[in-house]
Protein backbone atom coordinates (compact mmCIF):
# COMPACT_ATOMS: atom_id res chain seq x y z
CA UNK A 1 0.00 0.00 0.00
CA UNK A 2 1.92 3.63 -0.97
CA UNK A 3 2.14 5.45 2.27
CA UNK A 4 0.11 8.17 3.14
CA UNK A 5 2.14 12.13 3.26
CA UNK A 6 2.16 14.33 6.24
CA UNK A 7 3.83 17.71 5.37
CA UNK A 8 5.98 19.50 8.35
CA UNK A 9 7.05 22.78 6.93
CA UNK A 10 9.19 24.60 9.32
CA UNK A 11 10.04 28.39 8.72
CA UNK A 12 12.31 31.34 10.51
CA UNK A 13 11.06 34.20 9.19
CA UNK A 14 12.82 37.42 9.11
CA UNK A 15 11.50 40.51 9.87
CA UNK A 16 10.38 44.61 7.61
CA UNK A 17 12.97 46.70 7.01
CA UNK A 18 11.46 50.44 6.87
CA UNK A 19 9.74 50.39 3.34
CA UNK A 20 8.01 46.81 4.43
CA UNK A 21 10.59 44.49 2.35
CA UNK A 22 11.58 41.34 4.52
CA UNK A 23 14.96 41.93 5.50
CA UNK A 24 16.80 38.66 3.57
CA UNK A 25 20.20 38.43 1.78
CA UNK A 26 21.23 35.94 -0.60
CA UNK A 27 23.72 34.71 2.29
CA UNK A 28 22.56 35.87 6.05
CA UNK A 29 24.80 36.53 8.63
CA UNK A 30 23.91 34.66 11.30
CA UNK A 31 22.60 30.63 11.44
CA UNK A 32 19.48 29.62 13.08
CA UNK A 33 19.68 27.37 15.68
CA UNK A 34 16.26 26.72 16.59
CA UNK A 35 15.99 25.72 12.81
CA UNK A 36 18.75 23.52 13.49
CA UNK A 37 16.81 22.05 16.29
CA UNK A 38 13.47 21.85 15.60
CA UNK A 39 15.05 19.35 12.60
CA UNK A 40 16.93 17.75 14.28
CA UNK A 41 13.86 16.72 16.02
CA UNK A 42 11.43 16.14 13.53
CA UNK A 43 13.69 13.96 11.62
CA UNK A 44 13.54 11.69 14.96
CA UNK A 45 9.98 12.06 14.68
CA UNK A 46 10.83 10.75 11.50
CA UNK A 47 12.46 7.77 12.11
CA UNK A 48 10.61 6.68 15.13
CA UNK A 49 7.50 7.00 12.72
CA UNK A 50 5.29 8.95 15.53
CA UNK A 51 2.48 9.06 12.94
CA UNK A 52 2.66 5.54 12.07
CA UNK A 53 4.09 2.87 9.65
CA UNK A 54 1.69 4.16 6.77
CA UNK A 55 2.55 7.53 7.26
CA UNK A 56 5.40 9.57 5.51
CA UNK A 57 6.43 12.43 6.99
CA UNK A 58 8.30 14.92 4.67
CA UNK A 59 9.98 18.00 6.44
CA UNK A 60 11.10 21.17 4.48
CA UNK A 61 13.51 23.89 6.56
CA UNK A 62 13.40 27.50 5.50
CA UNK A 63 15.20 30.38 7.17
CA UNK A 64 13.68 33.86 5.11
CA UNK A 65 16.58 35.31 6.73
CA UNK A 66 17.92 33.67 3.42
CA UNK A 67 15.78 32.08 1.22
CA UNK A 68 12.00 33.12 0.10
CA UNK A 69 9.02 31.64 1.24
CA UNK A 70 6.85 30.72 -1.63
CA UNK A 71 3.60 30.74 0.15
CA UNK A 72 1.83 29.73 -2.76
CA UNK A 73 4.23 26.44 -3.72
CA UNK A 74 4.07 25.13 -0.21
CA UNK A 75 0.13 25.19 -0.73
CA UNK A 76 0.28 23.34 -3.93
CA UNK A 77 2.59 20.88 -2.83
CA UNK A 78 0.74 19.69 0.20
CA UNK A 79 -2.52 20.07 -1.80
CA UNK A 80 -0.81 17.74 -4.38
CA UNK A 81 0.40 15.30 -1.84
CA UNK A 82 -3.19 15.00 0.00
CA UNK A 83 -3.62 18.14 1.87
CA UNK A 84 -2.64 16.87 5.07
CA UNK A 85 0.08 19.18 6.52
CA UNK A 86 1.46 21.31 9.62
CA UNK A 87 3.01 24.73 9.52
CA UNK A 88 5.38 25.39 12.25
CA UNK A 89 6.55 29.28 12.45
CA UNK A 90 9.32 28.36 14.32
CA UNK A 91 12.18 30.87 16.84
CA UNK A 92 9.75 33.73 16.01
CA UNK A 93 11.54 36.85 18.14
CA UNK A 94 9.13 39.74 18.89
CA UNK A 95 10.31 41.63 16.18
CA UNK A 96 9.86 38.57 13.59
CA UNK A 97 5.96 38.08 15.23
CA UNK A 98 4.13 40.33 12.74
CA UNK A 99 5.65 38.99 9.19
CA UNK A 100 4.83 35.70 11.37
CA UNK A 101 1.25 36.59 11.58
CA UNK A 102 1.31 38.03 7.91
CA UNK A 103 2.30 34.24 6.42
CA UNK A 104 0.20 32.36 9.28
CA UNK A 105 -2.47 34.76 7.70
CA UNK A 106 -2.13 33.49 3.93
CA UNK A 107 -1.03 29.56 5.01
CA UNK A 108 -4.66 29.89 7.07
CA UNK A 109 -6.52 31.29 4.08
CA UNK A 110 -5.34 28.19 2.31
CA UNK A 111 -6.75 25.94 4.88
CA UNK A 112 -3.67 24.51 6.53
CA UNK A 113 -2.87 24.48 10.15
CA UNK A 114 -0.49 26.86 11.29
CA UNK A 115 1.52 26.84 15.07
CA UNK A 116 3.59 29.54 16.02
CA UNK A 117 6.30 29.14 18.24
CA UNK A 118 9.60 31.23 19.88
CA UNK A 119 10.91 33.69 22.39
CA UNK A 120 7.79 36.29 22.00
CA UNK A 121 4.77 33.57 22.37
CA UNK A 122 6.92 32.07 25.60
CA UNK A 123 7.94 35.34 27.27
CA UNK A 124 4.63 37.28 26.92
CA UNK A 125 2.58 34.17 28.23
CA UNK A 126 5.14 33.67 30.82
CA UNK A 127 5.95 37.05 31.92
CA UNK A 128 2.46 38.90 31.35
CA UNK A 129 -1.35 38.34 32.79
CA UNK A 130 -3.57 36.94 30.08
CA UNK A 131 -2.98 36.79 26.55
CA UNK A 132 -1.77 40.08 24.79
CA UNK A 133 -3.58 41.37 21.58
CA UNK A 134 -1.11 39.84 19.08
CA UNK A 135 -1.51 36.33 20.35
CA UNK A 136 -5.18 36.36 20.84
CA UNK A 137 -4.86 38.02 16.69
CA UNK A 138 -3.63 34.52 16.01
CA UNK A 139 -5.67 32.40 17.91
CA UNK A 140 -8.89 34.03 16.46
CA UNK A 141 -7.58 33.16 13.22
CA UNK A 142 -7.38 29.27 14.30
CA UNK A 143 -3.45 29.63 14.40
CA UNK A 144 -2.00 27.82 17.92
CA UNK A 145 0.39 28.97 19.85
CA UNK A 146 3.10 27.07 21.12
CA UNK A 147 5.21 27.96 24.59
CA UNK A 148 8.17 26.49 25.75
CA UNK A 149 10.54 23.71 24.37
CA UNK A 150 10.12 21.00 21.66
CA UNK A 151 12.39 18.56 23.26
CA UNK A 152 9.72 15.92 23.84
CA UNK A 153 6.71 17.59 22.56
CA UNK A 154 7.15 17.56 19.43
CA UNK A 155 5.00 14.09 18.71
CA UNK A 156 2.12 15.35 20.19
CA UNK A 157 1.99 18.32 18.19
CA UNK A 158 2.47 16.54 14.69
CA UNK A 159 0.40 13.80 15.89
CA UNK A 160 -2.63 16.23 16.70
CA UNK A 161 -2.30 18.28 13.18
CA UNK A 162 -2.33 14.81 11.79
CA UNK A 163 -5.85 14.21 13.68
CA UNK A 164 -6.98 17.86 12.46
CA UNK A 165 -7.12 17.99 16.42
CA UNK A 166 -4.75 21.69 17.12
CA UNK A 167 -4.69 22.37 20.76
CA UNK A 168 -5.06 26.33 20.74
CA UNK A 169 -1.96 26.59 23.09
CA UNK A 170 0.84 24.55 23.69
CA UNK A 171 1.78 25.50 27.12
CA UNK A 172 5.28 24.03 28.76
CA UNK A 173 6.90 26.69 30.24
CA UNK A 174 6.44 25.21 33.78
CA UNK A 175 8.31 22.41 32.23
CA UNK A 176 11.40 22.92 30.37
CA UNK A 177 12.90 19.52 29.72
CA UNK A 178 16.34 18.24 29.84
CA UNK A 179 18.77 18.23 27.22
CA UNK A 180 21.09 14.77 27.54
CA UNK A 181 20.14 12.79 24.75
CA UNK A 182 18.03 14.60 23.07
CA UNK A 183 18.19 14.43 19.17
CA UNK A 184 20.93 16.93 18.05
CA UNK A 185 20.40 19.86 16.17
CA UNK A 186 21.13 19.28 12.44
CA UNK A 187 20.61 21.03 9.06
CA UNK A 188 21.93 19.55 5.99
CA UNK A 189 25.17 21.59 3.95
CA UNK A 190 22.29 22.86 1.72
CA UNK A 191 21.07 24.92 4.54
CA UNK A 192 24.01 25.86 5.68
CA UNK A 193 25.81 27.34 3.18
CA UNK A 194 23.31 29.65 2.76
CA UNK A 195 24.91 31.96 5.66
CA UNK A 196 28.12 33.66 5.71
CA UNK A 197 30.96 31.54 5.79
CA UNK A 198 28.78 27.94 6.34
CA UNK A 199 28.60 28.41 9.63
CA UNK A 200 26.27 25.61 11.39
CA UNK A 201 24.54 26.47 14.98
CA UNK A 202 23.75 23.98 18.03
CA UNK A 203 23.07 24.81 21.71
CA UNK A 204 25.53 23.12 24.61
CA UNK A 205 22.95 24.73 26.89
CA UNK A 206 20.29 26.78 27.98
CA UNK A 207 19.48 28.67 31.13
CA UNK A 208 21.51 31.54 32.70
CA UNK A 209 21.77 32.01 35.96
CA UNK A 210 21.89 36.28 36.05
CA UNK A 211 18.97 38.81 36.51
CA UNK A 212 19.64 41.12 33.85
CA UNK A 213 16.28 43.17 33.33
CA UNK A 214 16.76 43.73 29.67
CA UNK A 215 16.74 39.95 28.85
CA UNK A 216 14.31 37.73 27.79
CA UNK A 217 16.60 34.58 28.44
CA UNK A 218 15.82 33.79 31.42
CA UNK A 219 12.22 33.76 31.87
CA UNK A 220 11.57 31.99 28.47
CA UNK A 221 14.47 28.93 29.59
CA UNK A 222 15.06 29.76 32.92
CA UNK A 223 18.08 30.30 35.46
CA UNK A 224 19.14 26.62 35.93
CA UNK A 225 21.92 25.53 33.53
CA UNK A 226 19.95 22.31 31.43
CA UNK A 227 23.16 21.27 28.90
CA UNK A 228 24.08 18.65 26.38
CA UNK A 229 26.42 15.77 27.60
CA UNK A 230 29.94 15.97 26.58
CA UNK A 231 29.57 12.92 23.87
CA UNK A 232 26.04 14.44 22.88
CA UNK A 233 28.34 17.62 21.93
CA UNK A 234 31.00 15.97 20.49
CA UNK A 235 28.07 14.14 18.21
CA UNK A 236 27.15 17.54 16.70
CA UNK A 237 30.55 18.62 15.64
CA UNK A 238 31.21 15.05 14.15
CA UNK A 239 28.12 15.34 11.98
CA UNK A 240 28.90 18.41 10.62
CA UNK A 241 32.28 17.81 10.02
CA UNK A 242 31.15 14.85 8.15
CA UNK A 243 29.22 16.99 5.52
CA UNK A 244 32.19 19.59 5.42
CA UNK A 245 31.14 21.85 7.88
CA UNK A 246 33.89 22.97 10.08
CA UNK A 247 32.74 26.55 11.97
CA UNK A 248 30.02 26.32 14.90
CA UNK A 249 28.46 29.30 16.79
CA UNK A 250 27.68 27.89 20.11
CA UNK A 251 24.26 29.72 20.64
CA UNK A 252 24.31 29.08 24.83
CA UNK A 253 23.39 32.79 25.66
CA UNK A 254 26.25 32.15 28.18
CA UNK A 255 28.58 29.30 27.63
CA UNK A 256 30.53 30.23 30.79
CA UNK A 257 27.64 29.52 33.19
CA UNK A 258 27.13 26.35 31.22
CA UNK A 259 27.42 23.93 34.36
CA UNK A 260 29.11 21.38 32.26
CA UNK A 261 31.44 24.00 30.24
CA UNK A 262 34.46 21.68 31.40
CA UNK A 263 33.46 18.66 30.42
CA UNK A 264 32.58 19.68 27.27
CA UNK A 265 35.11 21.30 26.24
CA UNK A 266 37.28 18.47 27.53
CA UNK A 267 35.74 16.32 25.19
CA UNK A 268 36.71 19.03 22.31
CA UNK A 269 39.90 18.93 22.91
CA UNK A 270 40.40 15.37 23.29
CA UNK A 271 38.31 14.69 19.88
CA UNK A 272 40.63 16.99 18.00
CA UNK A 273 43.92 15.55 19.42
CA UNK A 274 42.51 12.20 18.64
CA UNK A 275 41.18 12.43 15.21
CA UNK A 276 42.99 15.07 13.80
CA UNK A 277 39.92 16.90 13.03
CA UNK A 278 39.91 20.72 12.56
CA UNK A 279 37.26 23.01 12.88
CA UNK A 280 36.37 26.52 15.00
CA UNK A 281 34.48 27.62 17.37
CA UNK A 282 32.57 30.89 18.06
CA UNK A 283 31.15 31.33 21.90
CA UNK A 284 29.30 33.73 23.97
CA UNK A 285 30.51 34.17 27.58
CA UNK A 286 29.93 36.70 30.48
CA UNK A 287 32.50 39.40 31.73
CA UNK A 288 33.17 36.90 34.55
CA UNK A 289 34.05 34.35 32.29
CA UNK A 290 38.07 34.43 33.17
CA UNK A 291 37.43 33.78 36.64
CA UNK A 292 36.72 29.88 35.86
CA UNK A 293 39.69 28.53 36.46
CA UNK A 294 41.12 27.13 32.92
CA UNK A 295 37.99 28.50 30.94
CA UNK A 296 39.83 30.55 28.96
CA UNK A 297 42.51 28.13 28.04
CA UNK A 298 40.65 25.33 27.29
CA UNK A 299 38.38 26.90 24.87
CA UNK A 300 41.43 28.26 22.55
CA UNK A 301 42.08 24.63 22.84
CA UNK A 302 38.59 23.66 21.54
CA UNK A 303 39.13 25.87 18.78
CA UNK A 304 37.34 28.84 19.94
CA UNK A 305 38.18 31.63 17.63
CA UNK A 306 35.75 34.28 18.42
CA UNK A 307 33.48 35.07 21.30
CA UNK A 308 30.79 37.97 21.69
CA UNK A 309 30.86 39.24 25.58
CA UNK A 310 28.17 41.09 27.07
CA UNK A 311 29.83 44.01 28.34
CA UNK A 312 26.63 46.19 28.10
CA UNK A 313 28.49 49.23 29.46
CA UNK A 314 31.45 50.64 31.49
CA UNK A 315 29.28 53.35 34.01
CA UNK A 316 28.44 50.73 37.31
CA UNK A 317 26.08 52.42 38.04
CA UNK A 318 24.28 51.87 34.93
CA UNK A 319 24.56 48.28 35.24
CA UNK A 320 23.16 48.05 38.79
CA UNK A 321 20.47 49.43 37.74
CA UNK A 322 19.91 46.83 34.90
CA UNK A 323 20.60 44.04 37.88
CA UNK A 324 23.95 43.38 35.90
CA UNK A 325 25.83 43.70 39.08
CA UNK A 326 28.28 40.74 37.79
CA UNK A 327 30.01 43.00 35.42
CA UNK A 328 32.65 44.33 37.03
CA UNK A 329 34.48 47.63 34.91
CA UNK A 330 37.70 46.72 37.56
CA UNK A 331 37.78 42.88 35.36
CA UNK A 332 37.54 44.06 32.17
CA UNK A 333 40.81 45.05 31.14
CA UNK A 334 42.29 41.73 32.42
CA UNK A 335 39.27 39.50 30.97
CA UNK A 336 39.99 40.95 27.59
CA UNK A 337 43.94 40.61 27.87
CA UNK A 338 43.05 37.10 28.83
CA UNK A 339 41.39 36.06 25.37
CA UNK A 340 44.12 38.03 23.46
CA UNK A 341 46.83 36.00 25.03
CA UNK A 342 44.86 32.91 23.54
CA UNK A 343 45.22 34.95 20.04
CA UNK A 344 40.92 34.78 20.04
CA UNK A 345 39.17 37.48 18.72
CA UNK A 346 36.83 39.55 21.09
CA UNK A 347 33.44 41.07 19.93
CA UNK A 348 31.48 42.93 22.79
CA UNK A 349 27.74 43.98 22.94
CA UNK A 350 26.94 47.73 24.56
CA UNK A 351 23.74 49.28 25.28
CA UNK A 352 23.05 52.82 24.75
CA UNK A 353 20.11 54.31 26.34
CA UNK A 354 20.75 53.55 30.15
CA UNK A 355 19.20 56.35 32.56
CA UNK A 356 22.40 58.47 33.02
CA UNK A 357 23.02 58.41 29.19
CA UNK A 358 23.42 61.46 26.77
CA UNK A 359 24.79 61.73 23.76
CA UNK A 360 28.28 63.16 25.38
CA UNK A 361 28.70 60.61 28.07
CA UNK A 362 28.23 57.85 25.55
CA UNK A 363 30.68 59.29 23.05
CA UNK A 364 33.28 60.17 26.43
CA UNK A 365 32.82 56.31 27.28
CA UNK A 366 33.61 55.83 23.75
CA UNK A 367 36.93 57.25 23.22
CA UNK A 368 37.48 55.53 26.85
CA UNK A 369 37.31 52.22 25.37
CA UNK A 370 38.92 52.96 22.33
CA UNK A 371 41.78 53.91 24.59
CA UNK A 372 41.53 51.49 27.66
CA UNK A 373 39.98 48.16 27.04
CA UNK A 374 41.63 45.50 24.26
CA UNK A 375 38.27 45.01 22.27
CA UNK A 376 38.31 44.37 18.75
CA UNK A 377 34.99 44.60 17.47
CA UNK A 378 32.15 46.85 19.63
CA UNK A 379 28.53 46.28 18.54
CA UNK A 380 25.82 48.66 19.62
CA UNK A 381 21.76 48.04 20.52
CA UNK A 382 19.21 50.34 22.10
CA UNK A 383 18.00 49.77 25.45
CA UNK A 384 14.54 48.08 24.74
CA UNK A 385 11.90 46.63 26.72
CA UNK A 386 11.11 43.80 24.97
CA UNK A 387 8.19 41.54 25.64
CA UNK A 388 9.51 38.45 28.18
CA UNK A 389 12.07 40.91 30.47
CA UNK A 390 11.60 42.35 33.35
CA UNK A 391 12.17 45.71 31.42
CA UNK A 392 9.21 45.03 29.41
CA UNK A 393 7.03 44.61 32.66
CA UNK A 394 7.77 46.96 34.71
CA UNK A 395 6.93 49.54 32.01
CA UNK A 396 3.50 47.77 30.69
CA UNK A 397 2.77 47.60 34.91
CA UNK A 398 3.62 51.70 35.09
CA UNK A 399 1.77 52.39 31.67
CA UNK A 400 4.53 53.99 29.86
CA UNK A 401 4.15 54.40 26.15
CA UNK A 402 5.99 51.60 24.29
CA UNK A 403 6.25 51.66 20.35
CA UNK A 404 3.11 49.14 19.37
CA UNK A 405 4.47 48.10 15.96
CA UNK A 406 6.59 44.81 17.36
CA UNK A 407 8.60 45.34 14.14
CA UNK A 408 10.60 47.37 15.64
CA UNK A 409 11.78 45.41 18.30
CA UNK A 410 14.96 44.47 16.82
CA UNK A 411 17.43 46.45 19.48
CA UNK A 412 17.80 48.82 16.28
CA UNK A 413 14.88 51.35 16.86
CA UNK A 414 13.58 53.41 19.68
CA UNK A 415 11.11 51.39 21.35
CA UNK A 416 10.41 53.52 23.82
CA UNK A 417 10.83 57.18 25.54
CA UNK A 418 14.49 57.90 27.50
CA UNK A 419 14.41 59.88 30.23
CA UNK A 420 16.54 62.74 29.49
CA UNK A 421 17.45 62.47 26.19
CA UNK A 422 14.93 63.36 23.39
CA UNK A 423 14.16 60.61 20.40
CA UNK A 424 16.53 62.80 17.93
CA UNK A 425 19.71 62.88 20.87
CA UNK A 426 18.92 59.56 20.83
CA UNK A 427 19.27 58.47 17.12
CA UNK A 428 22.55 60.32 16.97
CA UNK A 429 24.05 58.73 19.84
CA UNK A 430 23.17 55.84 18.26
CA UNK A 431 24.93 56.57 14.97
CA UNK A 432 27.60 58.54 16.61
CA UNK A 433 28.11 55.05 18.59
CA UNK A 434 29.15 53.42 15.73
CA UNK A 435 30.73 56.06 13.78
CA UNK A 436 33.23 57.09 16.68
CA UNK A 437 33.79 53.38 17.21
CA UNK A 438 34.53 52.63 13.84
CA UNK A 439 36.13 55.43 12.89
CA UNK A 440 39.33 54.84 10.15
CA UNK A 441 41.95 56.19 12.78
CA UNK A 442 40.59 54.06 15.59
CA UNK A 443 40.26 50.61 12.59
CA UNK A 444 43.79 51.26 11.76
CA UNK A 445 44.55 51.08 15.68
CA UNK A 446 42.77 47.51 15.99
CA UNK A 447 44.56 46.27 13.25
CA UNK A 448 47.67 47.51 14.84
CA UNK A 449 47.25 45.91 17.95
CA UNK A 450 45.84 42.65 16.18
CA UNK A 451 49.30 42.67 14.02
CA UNK A 452 50.98 43.11 17.91
CA UNK A 453 49.18 40.28 19.77
CA UNK A 454 49.33 38.08 16.69
CA UNK A 455 45.53 38.16 15.90
CA UNK A 456 44.56 37.24 11.88
CA UNK A 457 44.14 40.99 10.57
CA UNK A 458 42.32 39.32 7.72
CA UNK A 459 39.47 38.56 9.71
CA UNK A 460 39.33 41.40 11.83
CA UNK A 461 39.08 43.47 8.58
CA UNK A 462 35.97 41.01 7.50
CA UNK A 463 34.25 41.91 10.78
CA UNK A 464 34.92 45.40 10.90
CA UNK A 465 33.45 45.70 7.11
CA UNK A 466 30.54 43.54 7.83
CA UNK A 467 29.61 45.33 11.40
CA UNK A 468 30.20 49.02 10.08
CA UNK A 469 29.26 48.25 6.49
CA UNK A 470 25.47 46.88 7.95
CA UNK A 471 24.99 49.99 9.57
CA UNK A 472 25.99 52.26 7.50
CA UNK A 473 24.82 50.97 3.89
CA UNK A 474 22.09 48.37 4.49
CA UNK A 475 20.57 49.88 7.57
CA UNK A 476 20.47 46.67 9.59
CA UNK A 477 22.39 45.37 12.43
CA UNK A 478 25.47 43.63 11.83
CA UNK A 479 23.18 40.47 12.92
CA UNK A 480 20.59 41.09 10.67
CA UNK A 481 22.95 41.33 7.97
CA UNK A 482 24.38 38.98 4.80
CA UNK A 483 25.47 39.17 1.70
CA UNK A 484 23.87 40.86 -1.43
CA UNK A 485 20.23 42.19 0.00
CA UNK A 486 16.90 40.46 -1.74
CA UNK A 487 13.87 41.50 -2.50
CA UNK A 488 10.55 40.56 -3.69
CA UNK A 489 8.86 43.51 -5.42
CA UNK A 490 4.96 41.16 -3.95
CA UNK A 491 6.11 40.53 -1.19
CA UNK A 492 6.21 43.51 1.14
CA UNK A 493 4.04 44.12 4.35
CA UNK A 494 0.19 44.99 4.31
CA UNK A 495 -0.50 48.63 4.32
CA UNK A 496 2.33 49.15 1.96
CA UNK A 497 1.80 49.24 -1.95
CA UNK A 498 3.35 47.20 -4.51
CA UNK A 499 5.32 49.30 -6.51
CA UNK A 500 5.42 49.22 -10.46
CA UNK A 501 8.03 47.16 -12.06
CA UNK A 502 9.33 50.11 -13.54
CA UNK A 503 9.80 52.08 -10.44
CA UNK A 504 11.01 48.49 -8.00
CA UNK A 505 13.76 47.12 -10.03
CA UNK A 506 15.67 50.38 -11.16
CA UNK A 507 16.12 51.39 -7.94
CA UNK A 508 16.66 48.08 -6.33
CA UNK A 509 19.37 47.08 -8.99
CA UNK A 510 21.13 50.72 -7.97
CA UNK A 511 20.93 49.87 -4.50
CA UNK A 512 22.68 46.75 -5.03
CA UNK A 513 25.05 48.55 -7.49
CA UNK A 514 25.84 51.28 -4.83
CA UNK A 515 25.68 49.39 -1.69
CA UNK A 516 27.97 46.72 -3.28
CA UNK A 517 30.25 49.19 -4.36
CA UNK A 518 30.83 51.16 -1.10
CA UNK A 519 31.27 48.20 0.84
CA UNK A 520 33.75 46.96 -1.54
CA UNK A 521 35.62 50.21 -1.11
CA UNK A 522 35.43 50.10 2.71
CA UNK A 523 36.56 46.90 2.75
CA UNK A 524 39.95 47.55 0.45
CA UNK A 525 40.39 50.59 2.66
CA UNK A 526 40.81 48.67 5.47
CA UNK A 527 42.84 46.01 3.87
CA UNK A 528 45.73 48.52 2.24
CA UNK A 529 46.29 49.40 6.25
CA UNK A 530 46.49 45.75 6.82
CA UNK A 531 49.08 44.92 3.93
CA UNK A 532 50.44 48.41 5.11
CA UNK A 533 51.26 47.41 8.73
CA UNK A 534 52.21 43.35 7.45
CA UNK A 535 55.01 45.00 5.34
CA UNK A 536 56.32 46.76 8.57
CA UNK A 537 58.07 44.60 11.01
CA UNK A 538 57.89 47.43 13.63
CA UNK A 539 54.86 47.21 14.03
CA UNK A 540 54.87 43.62 15.97
CA UNK A 541 56.21 46.13 18.83
CA UNK A 542 53.26 48.13 18.85
CA UNK A 543 51.53 49.27 22.17
CA UNK A 544 49.66 51.20 23.57
CA UNK A 545 47.56 51.99 27.43
CA UNK A 546 44.75 49.22 26.59
CA UNK A 547 47.56 46.13 26.13
CA UNK A 548 50.00 47.56 29.11
CA UNK A 549 50.05 44.78 31.71
CA UNK A 550 46.94 44.90 34.56
CA UNK A 551 48.04 47.05 37.65
CA UNK A 552 46.82 48.33 40.58
CA UNK A 553 48.37 51.83 39.82
CA UNK A 554 45.88 52.07 36.48
CA UNK A 555 42.92 52.42 39.04
CA UNK A 556 44.14 55.71 40.05
CA UNK A 557 45.60 56.96 36.49
CA UNK A 558 43.30 55.62 33.67
CA UNK A 559 39.85 57.19 32.68
CA UNK A 560 37.79 54.11 32.64
CA UNK A 561 38.16 54.42 36.25
CA UNK A 562 37.37 58.40 36.79
CA UNK A 563 34.82 59.01 34.14
CA UNK A 564 31.59 58.76 36.86
CA UNK A 565 31.16 58.52 40.47
CA UNK A 566 30.41 54.92 40.58
CA UNK A 567 33.86 54.44 38.51
CA UNK A 568 35.65 55.69 40.87
CA UNK A 569 34.12 53.90 43.92
CA UNK A 570 34.42 51.15 41.79
CA UNK A 571 37.81 51.64 41.50
CA UNK A 572 38.46 52.28 45.14
CA UNK A 573 36.47 48.99 46.47
CA UNK A 574 39.06 47.29 43.93
CA UNK A 575 42.19 49.49 45.48
CA UNK A 576 40.59 48.17 49.23
CA UNK A 577 40.50 44.79 48.12
CA UNK A 578 43.90 44.57 47.05
CA UNK A 579 45.38 46.27 49.87
CA UNK A 580 43.60 43.46 51.91
CA UNK A 581 44.89 40.66 49.70
CA UNK A 582 48.70 42.27 50.02
CA UNK A 583 48.54 42.67 53.66
CA UNK A 584 47.24 38.83 53.99
CA UNK A 585 50.03 37.40 52.39
CA UNK A 586 52.52 39.50 54.02
CA UNK A 587 51.46 38.66 57.16
CA UNK A 588 51.49 34.82 55.88
CA UNK A 589 55.48 35.80 55.13
Known amino acids: MPKRKFHFVMIKPSHYDEDGYVIQFYRSAMPSNTLATIYGLAEACRDRRVLG ?54 FREAG ?6 GFHVSGCLAMLPGVTPELQEALDMGVSLFSGEAEGRLDIVLQDAFRGEMRPVYDYMNDLPALQNAPRPFLNIEAVKRTGGAQASFDAGRGCPYLCSFCTIINVQGRTSRHRSADDVVDIIKANLDQGIVRFFIT ?35 TACHRLPGFIEKAA ?41 QRVITTA ?27 DILEFFYLTPLPGSADHKALLEKGVEMDPDLNKYDLNNICTAHDTMTRED ?27 DGLPLGKIVGTMTWFYGSVLYEGVHPLESGFFRRKSRTDRRPGFPVESPLVFYPKYGWELVSKTYKT ?24 DAS ?40 AKA
Not at 112 to 117: D, E, F, K, N
Not at 334 to 341: C, E, F, G, V, Y
Request: aromatic share 8%; with cysteine.
Open 53 to 106: DDVEIAFTAIDETNRPVRVDRIVRQIRADGGMGLIGLIGVQTNQYPRALDLARR
Open 112 to 117: LQVCIG
Open 426 to 452: WQRAYRLAWDTYFSEDHCETLLRRARA
Open 520 to 543: LRMFYRYRAIRKRLEADESTLDYT
Open 301 to 341: QAGCKRVFIGLENINPESLKGAQKGQNQIVEYRQMLQAWRA
Open 349 to 375: GYILGFPGDTPETIRRDIEIIKRELPI
Open 252 to 286: DDNFARNSSWEPILDALIAFRERDGRKFNLTLQVD
Open 547 to 586: LTPVTDAELAEMDLYRATDAARQAAARAQRKSARRQEAVA
